[in-house]
């Protein structure tokens, strides 16, 4: 089956750029979707399609996806965006696959 | 208000089952496809069974042969038939919305709470 690859942390200070990073056998062939999850919620997705943002997402998130990794980018990164973040993909195998997870922590 | 809402969590003993339910109000069900994602506490997010809006029916290896979804357009509602459970399927179970062509999820639930344990 397909593998997503997230590195488990990534800190920022506030006002920085966070980069988040999925990787993937040729996952520049594929969307690639990215999820916020805070602590006692439900995921919330932040990234669609590889790129797209649904209304009400600050256009600080932006994904981007080439070769054998997708990034989500955090610009001036905020306190409330401290959370966990997934990459998600739908394998031809039928499956729909979650990376491990990152945790964001704005120091 | 689109809302999804599970039901049917507890503790069961091991080789026990369990039925979940999802109640989904706020948007045509019938129209969507459907998936159930569960969480160990403290881990991350892992898809197990989805459910497309005719019907057609997918699931994780690790479920595969055990768990069985199914959903009732008249009730609106999704489930989840959890047979043979194990320690290891102790887990927050979400159902959560496809995206009509697309292949992400839009809309959560809150999530039940499954613990099989003696």
């Known amino acids: 089956s397909y593998v997503l690859t997230q590195p488990p942390s990534v800190s920022v200070a506030p006002g920085e750029t966070a980069t988040i990073t999925c990787g993937g056998d040729?996952?520049?062939?594929?969307?690639v979707h990215w999820y916020q999850q805070k602590p006692g919620q439900a995921p919330v997705v932040v990234i669609y399609?590889?790129?797209d943002r649904p209304s009400g997402i600050p256009e600080r998130f932006s994904g981007s996806n080439s070769g054998n990794t997708a990034t989500l980018t955090i610009y001036r990164v905020e306190a409330g965006d401290e959370a966990d973040y997934y990459c998600?993909?739908?394998?031809?195998?039928?499956?729909?696959?979650f990376g491990g997870g990152t945790k964001l922590t704005v120091l | 208000e689109v809302q999804l809402a599970e039901s049917g969590g507890g503790l069961v003993q091991p080789g026990g089952s369990l039925r979940l339910s999802c109640a989904a109000s706020?948007?045509?069900?019938?129209?969507?496809?459907m998936h159930w994602v569960r969480q160990v506490t403290g881990k991350g997010l892992e898809w197990i069974s989805g459910?497309?809006?005719?019907?057609?029916?997918y699931y994780s290896d690790s479920v595969k042969g055990r768990f069985s979804i199914s959903r009732d357009y008249a009730k609106n509602s999704l489930y989840l038939q959890m047979n043979s459970l194990r320690a290891g399927d102790t887990a927050q179970y979400y159902c959560?919305?496809?995206?009509?062509?697309?292949?992400?999820?839009?809309?959560w639930g809150q999530g039940t709470l499954v613990t099989v344990s003696s």
């Open positions: 959560a919305r496809g995206v009509r062509g697309f292949t992400h999820f839009d809309i």
């Open positions: 706020g948007f045509p069900f019938g129209d969507y496809d």
């Open positions: 459910i497309r809006s005719a019907g057609d029916t």
């Open positions: 040729n996952i520049g062939r594929k969307t």
């Open positions: 399609i590889s790129t």
């Open positions: 998600q993909v739908w394998d031809r195998s039928g499956d729909w696959v």
